[in-house]
C-alpha cells in the first residue's frame, strides 16, 4: 500500500516534465479558454489539452510541436476544424479528437500527418467518415468512430477510405447503422481491413457482397437486429477466423449455416439469442462454440 501511493505520488511529480497541461500554460504562452495555447517546449511529446472549449481548430494551430506523439483534443467542445490544422505535427502517432461537437470533418484537416496510426473521432456527431478528397493518411491503421449520435443511418461510403489506404481496424459500435450494402464498407475499398466492430447497431440486413474482404479476421456483429445468421454475406471471408453474433434474435440455426466458414472460423460467439431449437452441423475446425442458452 505504502509503495503504492508512493509510486502514485511520484507519478504526478515527474508527469508534468514531458506533459503539458493547457490549463497550466508556460508564462510564454498565451492562454484564454478558447484559443489554443502556443509556446509549447520544443521536447513536448505529449499534449493533454482534453477537455478546455477550443471550438474551433484554426490551420497551423500547433507550431513547433514536430516532436509531440500524442495529442489530447477530446472533450473540448470542437465544432470545426480547418485544413492544415496539425500541419507541422510530422510525429503526431495518436490523436484524440473523441467526444468533441463535429458534425463534418474534411479530409483536408488530416494534411501533413505522416505517422499518424490511431485516428479517435468518437462521440462526435459526424453522421460520415470524412469523405475522398486528394489527401492521405497512409499510415492510419486504426480509426474509432463509435457513439456518432446521428439519429439517421450513418454512412461510410467506400471512396472515403482512399483517404485511409492502410486502415485495418474500424469501430463503429453504437452508431445508426441498419444495413450494410455492398457500395458500403468493405469491398476493394478496404482491402487491408482485418478487425470489424459493429456492435450496438441496428443492423438487419447485410447484402451479400456487403463484407467480401479476403484479409478480414475478426468481425463482430453482437448485438444488432439479425434474425438469422448472414452466411450468403460471409461466403467470401476466407480469412474469418472470430465471428461475434451475440444478443441478436436469430432463432434457427440450419445444417448449412456455418458451411463456408467453416475452414477459418475459430471463435464464435451466440450467447444471449434466446434460441429454442439449434440444428447444426460444425466442422472440427471451430474449437470454440459457446451456446449459453437462457444465460
Ligand atoms: C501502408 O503502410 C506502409 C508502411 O506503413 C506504406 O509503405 C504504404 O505505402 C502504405 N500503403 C498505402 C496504400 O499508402
Ligand atoms: C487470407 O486467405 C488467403 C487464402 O485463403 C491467403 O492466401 C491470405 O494470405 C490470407 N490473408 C491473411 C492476411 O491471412
Ligand atoms: C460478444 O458480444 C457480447 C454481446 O455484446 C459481448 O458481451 C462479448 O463480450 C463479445 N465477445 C467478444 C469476444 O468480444
Redesign the pocket.
Known sequence: MEFFHLAVFLFFILAPSSTINARKCPKSCRCDDTKLPRGFPPRTQLLNLRGNHFHFIPARSFPGTGRVVSLYLDFCKIHEIEAGAFRGMRNLVYLYLSDNDLTSLEPEALAGLPKLVYLHLEGNRLAQFPGAGRI?V??ITIVSMQRAKVKLMFTFPSAALSLV??LSVLHLERNAISRLEPAGLLCSAAPSLMKLYLRSNAISEIAKGALDSANIETLHLDSNRLTRVPSDALTDTPNLTELNLSQNPVQWLGPETFQEMSHSLQRLYMNQMGMEEVKIMMDAYILCLFFLLDY
Open positions: 492521405k497512409p499510415k489506404p492502410n
